[in-house]
Structure formats: structure tokens, C-alpha cells
């Protein structure tokens, strides 16, 4: 059974820093890439970034580019997802998915939500002013 299990949501201040984490199961990891994906209230899913483990490429949204790393972490099975210089248009559940890896550049694995094969459920992210 696959299984994307995110966490390291919660309250912080502007200017403040979060881990978020996405644990992976029920598939062989070196055939997916693992994308973080966010979405506020009243706006569409937004692609975040993105991490294919086979190679180690990444994908940044503009938004968010300098300020957000993302890493898989030495288990192979989790992805990290660095959060630095929150602000408050960053509040949003954020959610990691995982998309066959074949797919490459920011159009699939960033901006089209509906080619990811399994999504985890979402951690709430409040960046307060």
C-alpha cells in the first residue's frame, strides 16, 4: 500500500523557519519524484517544489525560490522540505505527492497536479504578521 505521510506543520511568525517531512511507502523510490504542493484558502493548488531521487534534480516555484530547500533525507524513504523567511502569504495546507519520475521540468512537476499517481494528506502552515 503506498503511503505519503507529511508533517511539521504549525504556527510561526514572519520571518520564521519550518520543517515539513514526507515520509514514503508502498513504492520503490528511486521511480518517483516527490513534489510539495500548497493550497490557501479560496485559491487553486500551487506547486511548491519538487525532488527526483533518482538523480537529485529540484524544482522551486518563483515564490519561493531562496528562501525553501527541499532534500530527501539518507533513509531514502523522506523528504524534507526546508521553510525559511516565512511570510504570511505562505499560510496554506501543504501537501507532498509523488509523480512517476520520467516526467521532468517545472511544467509537469510543478504546474500539473493532476499527473501526480499519490498524494499524502495535508499539514496546516499559519505564517502570522
Known amino acids: 500500500e503506498v503511503q505519503l505521510q507529511a508533517s511539521g506543520g504549525g504556527l510561526v511568525q514572519a520571518g520564521g523557519s519550518l520543517r515539513l517531512s514526507c515520509a514514503a511507502s508502498g513504492f520503490t523510490f528511486d521511480d518517483y519524484a516527490i513534489g510539495w504542493f500548497r493550497q490557501a484558502p479560496g485559491k487553486e493548488r500551487e506547486g511548491v517544489s519538487c525532488?527526483?531521487?533518482?538523480?537529485?534534480?529540484?524544482y522551486y516555484a518563483d515564490a519561493v525560490k531562496g528562501r525553501f530547500t527541499i532534500s530527501s533525507g539518507n533513509d531514502k524513504n523522506t523528504v524534507y522540505l526546508q521553510m525559511n523567511s516565512l511570510r504570511p502569504e505562505d499560510t496554506a495546507v501543504y501537501y507532498c505527492a509523488a509523480i512517476r519520475a520520467y516526467y521532468s521540468g517545472t511544467y509537469y512537476l510543478l504546474k500539473t497536479p493532476v499527473m501526480y499517481d499519490y498524494w499524502g494528506q495535508g499539514t496546516l502552515v499559519t505564517v502570522s504578521s
Open positions: 525532488i527526483k531521487n533518482s538523480d537529485g534534480s529540484t
